[in-house]
C-alpha cells in the first residue's frame, strides 16, 4: 500500500468529511485540462455521428469547392497537383501476373490481356469522351473536390447502349449529386441514399436518373433508380467509422482558401493604385494663397522629369506614399500554404512553386509528400481500378474473348501489379547510383526498378530487346563496349615513335 493511500486512510479515521473532500479534490485535479471549462477556450465539439455532420454541411461544402476549383488559382493547382500525383498522366498502370500450375506468371497470356485492356481502355466510359486515364483523372478529381465519387459498371447487353469496344464492359461515371444526401428510409433502411443491411453494409444505392443540377432534368426530377452495390463503384473521403458519404479535401482549409484570396486581392488593388502616382499641393499660410483670377481651379499636368516652375508663394509638392508593395505578403502567403499544404496533403513547394533547399531537404519533403500521395493511390485502386480490372478480365471471359490456356490456376486469372505514380528522381546520378546498387545486392529487383519509375516490366524488357536486335542489325556496338584492336587506326610505319616527355618540360 503507497504511501497516499495510508495517508487518506489515517485522514478517514480521524474525520470522514475531509477525507471525502480529499478523493473529491484529487478526482477534480485527474480531469484532462482540454475537457476543464475554461473561459479562455472556446471548446467547440462535435456530438453527432459522422453520417449527421455530413448530412449537415456536406453538399455546402461541395458547392463552395467547386467554386473555389473555378475561380480561385491556388484551389485549382492543389486539385491538378493530387490528381497529377495520385494518378498521374497516364493513369494507374496494370501488369497482368496470371500464374501457372508451378507459380510462375504465364506471360503469353499476360500479352493477351494487356492487349485486350488496351483495346477497352481507349472508350471505358457511356459518352465516349474520354479513354481510361482520362476517366481516371476526372473520377480523382471529383474525388477530391467533392469529397465522392460513383461509377457504375455496366455489364454485357445493355438496353440502348453500344459498348463500343471487344469486351462488353462500359462505366457510367456519376459526380455525388446523384445519390440525394436526404433519401432517408426505416423500411428499407436507406440513410443518405445508400441502402444499408443490418450490418451497416451498403446493398445498394439509389441514384437520379438525370443530373438534379441540370435544367433539362425537370421532366424526371427526384426519379430515382435503385443500383446494386455490386455495380456500384463508391470512393470517398471518409474519416468517421461508418461514415457513409464523403467530404472535400477543402473542408477543414476552406476558410484560409477564402482569407488567402481575399488579402491577395485587396494587395492587388493597393498596388495598383499605388502605380497610379498621386500628388498633392501642400498651400502655405492663408494670407499667402491667391486664387486665379477667373476662380477656376489649377491644371497642372505630370510628364517625367517635369520641374514646377509656377507654384504660388509657400506651396510645395507633395506626393501619396501607400507603401506598397507590402514586404509581410510573401510571409503571411508562405505561411498560409504551408498551413493548407498539411490540411490537404500536397507538398509545400508543389503548390507554392518554390523549389529552394538543399538536395537533402527537397528529397525529404518530396518523401514525405509521397507517403500522402501513395495512401490516396491505395485506396484510389482499391476502390476504382482494381474492381473495374476484375470486371473487365470476368466480362473478357465470358463473352469469349479471353480463353484459359492449359495449366493456368483460374483463381490467379485476376492477380495483377497496379503501377501508382512512382516518386521522381531529384538528382538522377544518385538515385540510379543507390538502386543500381540495391539491384547488384539482391536488396532489389529489375522489375521493382521498373516499376518504380512508372513503368511496366514486360514491356521494358521487350523494348529493350527490339532496341537491342535493331541496333545489332545495323551494326551498331553495344553500349559501353571497347572498341576492338581491329577497329583502332593503324600507326604509320615512316612515323617515328613519339618520345617520353621529359619532367618538368611543357
Known sequence: MSDRNVL????????????????????????YEAGRPDTLRKQRRETGTGNDAV??????????????????????????????????????????????????IHDDLSREILDLFKDWA????????????????????????????????????????????RVPLSLEMLEADFVPLDMQSSRPLIEQGVELNGWGAPVAYHVYKQNPLSASSLVALGQTKRIDARNML???????????????IFASVMHRFDDLKDYEESERIAAKIAASMAAFIRKGSPDQYEEAA??????????PGMIFDDLKPGEEIGTIDTSRPNPNLEAYRSSQLKAIAAGCGPTYSAIARTYDGT??????????????YGVLASEFIGRIVRPVYEAFIAMAVAGGE???????????????EYLAPQMPWIDPVKEVTGWGMLEDRAYASGPEIVRRRGGNPLDVIEQQARWLRAKEAA????????????????????????????????
Open 359 to 372: 538536395y537533402s531537404a527537397q528529397r525529404q519533403e518530396l518523401v514525405e509528400g509521397w507517403n500522402v
Open 55 to 104: 448530412l449537415r454541411a456536406g453538399a455546402s461544402i461541395r458547392q463552395q469547392a467547386r467554386h473555389m476549383e473555378q475561380n480561385y488559382d491556388l484551389a485549382l493547382g492543389v486539385l491538378n497537383t493530387l490528381v497529377a500525383n495520385v494518378v498521374g498522366p497516364g493513369g494507374i498502370g496494370i501488369e497482368p501476373q496470371p500464374r501457372k500450375a508451378d507459380g510462375t
Open 122 to 165: 481507349r472508350s471505358p466510359e457511356v459518352t465516349r469522351q474520354h479513354d481510361w486515364p482520362s476517366a481516371q483523372r476526372m473520377l480523382c478529381r471529383a474525388w477530391m473536390r467533392d469529397g465522392e465519387v460513383f461509377s457504375q459498371l455496366l455489364l454485357g447487353a445493355v438496353p440502348l447502349l453500344s459498348h463500343n469496344t
Open 402 to 416: 479471353l480463353k484459359l490456356p492449359a495449366g493456368v490456376r483460374p483463381d490467379t486469372l485476376t492477380d495483377a
Open 8 to 31: 487518506d486512510r489515517l485522514v478517514a479515521w480521524y474525520s470522514p468529511v475531509r477525507a471525502l473532500r480529499r478523493q473529491q479534490a484529487r478526482r477534480l485535479l485527474a480531469y
Open 234 to 248: 463508391h470512393l470517398a473521403h471518409r474519416n468517421r467509422i461508418r461514415q457513409l458519404r464523403g467530404v472535400s
Open 475 to 506: 551494326g551498331v556496338p553495344p553500349a559501353n563496349a571497347a572498341a576492338p584492336a581491329s577497329a583502332l587506326p593503324a600507326p604509320d610505319p615512316d612515323e617515328e615513335p613519339a618520345k617520353p616527355a621529359r619532367r618538368g618540360a611543357a
Open 294 to 303: 477667373d476662380g477656376s481651379p489649377r491644371q497642372l499636368a505630370m510628364r
